[in-house]
Nanobody
Framework: VQLQASGGGLVQPGGSLRLSCAVS????????VAWFRQAPGKERNFVAS???????YYADSVKGRFTISRDDAKNTVYLQMNSLKPEDTALYYC?????????WGQGTLVTVSS
């Protein structure tokens, strides 16, 4: 199982980015795919997830600003991030699992700064 996260970068406050997580070895229509993030010196925290059924879940801190979606044909999950804030700066990881998250990607860095 492999996960390839991409799409991070430097963006100004209020800007947008779209992260991608390409999954191989597990179908996104069978497992839950989630995004977590880890800011420097802090613990890794849940951001959003999408279940095999397509049901999304969000951390309170990103509700209304972030949208998780997927392309079943590409076996890829996306995280559209709008109205970005400096506190969204972190390394963003995607992960896949059922009950527990067993496989993780390498992370993509998002920096929100003017």
């Amino acid at each position: 199982v492999q996960l390839q996260a991409s799409g991070g970068g430097l963006v100004q406050p209020g800007g947008s980015l779209r992260l991608s997580c390409a999954v191989s070895g597990r179908s996104v229509t069978t497992y839950t795919v989630a995004w977590f993030r880890q800011a420097p010196g802090k613990e890794r925290n849940f951001v959003a997830s999408i279940r095999w059924s397509g049901t999304p879940y969000y951390a309170d801190s990103v509700k209304g600003r972030f949208t998780i979606s997927r392309d079943d044909a590409k076996n890829t999950v996306y995280l559209q991030m709008n109205s970005l804030k400096p506190e969204d700066t972190a390394l963003y990881y995607c992960t896949v699992g059922a009950g527990t998250f067993d496989y993780w990607g390498q992370g993509t860095l998002v920096t929100v700064s003017s």
